[in-house]
C-alpha cells in the first residue's frame, strides 16, 4: 500500500497533476509520522487507517464549509476525498454492513445500552477500513434502542 502511494506520488509529479500531488503529499507526510510515532513501517492495515482519518478529517471539513456556505471549498475538499477513496478497499454495502450488526447482536446478546462497547468491539475488527465507522456506530445505536 505504502509502495502504491509512493508510486502514484511520483507520477503525480511526473504527470504535473498538482492536486493528487497535494492530496498524496499530506498521506505521505501522515504515514511518516505514524511511523515515527509506532517506531516501524506501518503494515497495509495502519497505513488504511491512517487514510481514513484523513477521509474522516474531510468530512467533518465539508459539513463546516457547508455551514460557511463555501462552495469553492467543498469542491476542492470533494476532489480530495475522491483521490483517498482510491486507496481504501472496497467498501461494504449497507446490507453486508447490516448483516454484520445483526451476527454481533446474536453473538454478543446485548440486554442495554451499555454493551455498546462490546457490540463494537465484535464489528470493528470486521468493518474498519471497509465500513464507514460512525455509520456503524449509529446504526449498532438505533438497533440496541429499538431492542428495548
Do not use: C, W
Not at 59 to 88: C, G, H, P, W
Not at 110 to 129: C, H, I, R
Amino acid at each position: 500500500m505504502r509502495n502504491k502511494i509512493l508510486n502514484d506520488l511520483t507520477l503525480a509529479m511526473k504527470s504535473q497533476d498538482k492536486e493528487t500531488l497535494s492530496v498524496l503529499r499530506m498521506v505521505k507526510g501522515a504515514i511518516q509520522l505514524e511511523e515515527i510515532n509506532k517506531k516501524h513501517e506501518l503494515t497495509d492495515e495502519e497505513t488504511i487507517d491512517v487514510i481514513s482519518k484523513q477521509i474522516k478529517t474531510r468530512k467533518e471539513s465539508i459539513v463546516e464549509f457547508e455551514k460557511a456556505n463555501r462552495q469553492d471549498l467543498i469542491s476542492q475538499t470533494n476532489k480530495e476525498l475522491e483521490i483517498l477513496n482510491k486507496y481504501m478497499p472496497e467498501q461494504l454495502s449497507e446490507e453486508e454492513i447490516l448483516k454484520v450488526i445483526d451476527d454481533a447482536f446474536k453473538e454478543v446478546n446485548p440486554t442495554s445500552q451499555s454493551d455498546m462497547g462490546k457490540l463494537m468491539a465484535f464489528v470493528t475488527p470486521k468493518l474498519k477500513g471497509k465500513a464507514d465507522m460512525s455509520f456503524v456506530s449509529r446504526k449498532v445505536k438505533e438497533k440496541l434502542s429499538n431492542k428495548n
